[in-house]
């Protein structure tokens, strides 16, 4: 079994990553608004259900597809918010109303998909173009190697965002203080609409470059919400860093204890110990990078 370990690992930081990337949507919803997203995972299977039911389904050239596929995605979040969380946030809603909120849109979303797509997983080609990597007596393959690329892509596209840019300097000061911001001129509302926006397209990014590795179905968000959701809390809620650091422990784990002990444990095995991390670290390994300093929603 012990042969096993370094294929273990490889596919838990395959993984991982997809975690990882689910988490740092995760955090900057939570980041901006406070509230935790739970259809986060969601967007992650409308990316990959959308542009393989373009691909497959309408005949549009894989580009295509998955340019559709990820807009189309970043549409369903814009609509979340306008729909669901800005008529809750204008009245001062309660944390918990947002939450059941959520849960309800996490629930209608992929039966709406399984009644227009269907309940079968699907699909699409590899994305081709770079090498498969050999790591000693293990083969990364090339869509492999597309998911660790774009996560890492991600990272550093993110923080150029929230450093360098207007936009993100100020959804940054908008997750500090939302009234302090609103009386320098910043468009709150705007700035809540902008990060479901990006959850979404994250979301939507992971669900595409995933998909050629295991294909995906109607109901595959639930997990990937409580995966990322546990990522963002081993790493510090809201810390893009500690996001990728969680969705590797997360990874890794499930790949272990489903080789190891039992597929049906393995969910169980990995909990545990986040639960264990949570006794000794009850912030997560890192620091947030943004204590939200905000009245109660």
Same mark, same amino acid.
């Given at each position: 079994?012990?042969?096993? +370990?370094?294929?273990?690992?490889?596919?838990?930081?395959?993984?991982?990553?997809? *975690?990882?990337?689910?988490?740092?949507?995760?955090?900057?919803?939570?980041?901006?608004?406070?509230?935790?997203?739970?259809?986060?995972?969601?967007?992650?299977? +409308?990316?990959?259900?959308?542009?393989?039911?373009?691909?497959?389904?309408?005949?549009?050239?894989?580009?295509?597809?998955?340019?559709?596929?990820?807009?189309?995605?970043?549409?369903?979040?814009?609509?979340?918010?306008?729909?669901?969380?800005?008529?809750?946030?204008?009245?001062?809603?309660?944390?918990?109303?947002?939450?059941?909120?959520?849960?309800?849109?996490?629930?209608?979303?992929?039966?709406?998909?399984?009644?227009?797509?269907?309940?079968?997983?699907?699909?699409?080609?590899?994305?081709?173009?770079?090498?498969? %990597?050999?790591?000693?007596?293990?083969?990364?393959?090339?869509?492999?190697?597309? %998911?660790?690329?774009?996560?890492?892509?991600?990272?550093?596209?993110?923080?150029?965002?929230?450093?360098?840019?207007?936009?993100?300097?100020?959804?940054?000061?908008?997750?500090?203080?939302?009234?302090?911001?609103?009386?320098?001129?910043?468009? %709150?509302?705007?700035?809540?609409?902008?990060?479901?926006?990006?959850?979404?397209?994250?979301?939507?990014?992971?669900?595409?470059?995933?998909?050629?590795?295991?294909?995906?179905?109607?109901?595959?968000?639930?997990?990937?919400?409580?995966?990322?959701?546990?990522?963002?809390?081993?790493?510090?809620?809201?810390?893009?860093?500690?996001?990728?650091?969680?969705?590797?422990?997360?990874?890794?784990?499930?790949?272990?204890?489903?080789?190891?002990?039992?597929?049906? *444990?393995?969910?169980?095995?990995?909990?545990?110990?986040?639960?264990?991390?949570?006794?000794?670290?009850?912030?997560?390994?890192?620091?947030?990078?943004?204590?939200?300093?905000?009245?109660?929603?």
């Amino acid at each position: 079994m012990m042969d096993l +370990l370094p294929v273990l690992l490889v596919n838990g930081v395959v993984f991982g990553a997809i *975690y990882a990337i689910n988490a740092i949507g995760i955090g900057l919803v939570y980041n901006t608004t406070g509230i935790i997203n739970f259809a986060q995972g969601e967007f992650i299977m +409308l990316g990959g259900m959308l542009t393989a039911c373009l691909y497959g389904q309408v005949g549009l050239p894989l580009p295509a597809a998955i340019i559709g596929g990820v807009a189309l995605t970043v549409v369903v979040g814009l609509l979340t918010e306008r729909l669901f969380i800005r008529p809750l946030w204008r009245r001062g809603a309660k944390d918990w109303t947002y939450v059941f909120m959520l849960f309800a849109v996490a629930t209608v979303l992929p039966n709406l998909v399984m009644l227009g797509v269907g309940r079968d997983p699907l699909t699409f080609p590899a994305f081709g173009g770079l090498p498969a %990597v050999q790591l000693g007596s293990v083969t990364l393959s090339s869509q492999a190697l597309w %998911v660790l690329l774009v996560t890492v892509a991600v990272f550093f596209a993110l923080q150029g965002f929230f450093d360098r840019t207007l936009l993100g300097k100020a959804m940054k000061a908008t997750a500090i203080n939302r009234r302090v911001a609103a009386w320098l001129g910043i468009a %709150v509302e705007q700035m809540v609409a902008m990060s479901f926006g990006l959850a979404a397209l994250l979301g939507a990014i992971g669900g595409v470059v995933f998909t050629p590795l295991i294909s995906t179905q109607f109901d595959a968000g639930v997990s990937m919400t409580l995966n990322g959701f546990a990522a963002a809390i081993i790493g510090g809620m809201g810390n893009m860093r500690g996001a990728i650091v969680g969705g590797l422990v997360i990874g890794i784990l499930q790949s272990i204890s489903t080789a190891f002990i039992s597929s049906v *444990y393995g969910d169980a095995v990995t909990y545990a110990v986040l639960f264990g991390l949570l006794v000794v670290w009850p912030h997560g390994l890192f620091r947030p990078l943004i204590e939200l300093k905000n009245e109660e929603i």
